[in-house]
Each structure stands twice: as structure tokens, then as C-alpha cells.
Nanobody
Framework: QVQPVESGGGLVQPGGSLRLSCAAS????????IGWFRQAPGKEREGVGC?????????YYADSVKDRFTISRDKSKNTVYLQMNNLKPDDTAVYYC?????????????????????????WGQGTQVTVSS
């Protein structure tokens, strides 16, 4: 069973940085697109970014985090990272990584875009990120 696991959340001051990790056991993340999502209290889950599978070169981001967040992959550790810089209070949320064995691309697939939660079938348990002074 595919089950990614997130870690690295915490409390950070505005303007600070955090790096979240998404790891998997029994499943190689390399080949598949990885989505990062977040959900703030009372709000819908929203797509933060997506990294393509295989080459892991192409990444896509929500406008709200573009130029502040970066997704990368460490194949040797079977881990994907979400580097978050210049954090703002509005970034406070539970962050999730997601993967789907049927999705290797961040392009629209079967009419579904990467930033739609339905694009991915396997989710981690989430990690809390709180940005506050």
C-alpha cells in the first residue's frame, strides 16, 4: 500500500523558513508526480505545488507560493522536500504530500489538474505548519 509520510512541520515566525519532507516505504517515489497540498481551518484543501515524476525537473506552484516555495527530490533517500521561505501567517495550515501510481505528470490528466485534491489517491497524515510571531 502506498503511504507517504510527511514531517518537518512546526512553529516559525513570519519571514522564516521550514523544510517539509515526504518519504515513502515500500514504494519508490522517483517515478511518480508528487503533490503538496495544504488545508487551513475552515478552508478547502488547496494545491501548493507539484513535481513531475522520473526526471523530477518540472515543478509547478500555486500563485500564492510562487518564488517562495520549492519542491525537490532526493532519489537516494526516496524523499521529496518542500522548502518554504519567507513564510507568512496565511501559510499556516496542515500540509500534505500526495502521490498516485497512475500519475507521473503534473499536466492535466483525464481532465483533472494537479492542484485538485482528486488528482492524487494516496495521502500522508499531514504535518502542521504555524506561522506566527
Amino acid at each position: 500500500q502506498v503511504q507517504p509520510v510527511e514531517s518537518g512541520g512546526g512553529l516559525v515566525q513570519p519571514g522564516g523558513s521550514l523544510r517539509l519532507s515526504c518519504a515513502a516505504s515500500g514504494f519508490t517515489l522517483d517515478y511518480y508526480a508528487i503533490g503538496w497540498f495544504r488545508q487551513a481551518p475552515g478552508k478547502e484543501r488547496e494545491g501548493v505545488g507539484c513535481l513531475t515524476g522520473s526526471d523530477g525537473i518540472n515543478s509547478y506552484y500555486a500563485d500564492s507560493v510562487k518564488d517562495r516555495f520549492t519542491i525537490s527530490r532526493d532519489k537516494s533517500k526516496n524523499t521529496v522536500y518542500l522548502q518554504m521561505n519567507n513564510l507568512k501567517p496565511d501559510d499556516t495550515a496542515v500540509y500534505y504530500c500526495a502521490v498516485d501510481p497512475a500519475r507521473r505528470t503534473c499536466y492535466k490528466l483525464d481532465g483533472i489538474s494537479w492542484f485538485e485534491p482528486i488528482a492524487f489517491g494516496s495521502w500522508g497524515q499531514g504535518t502542521q505548519v504555524t506561522v506566527s510571531s
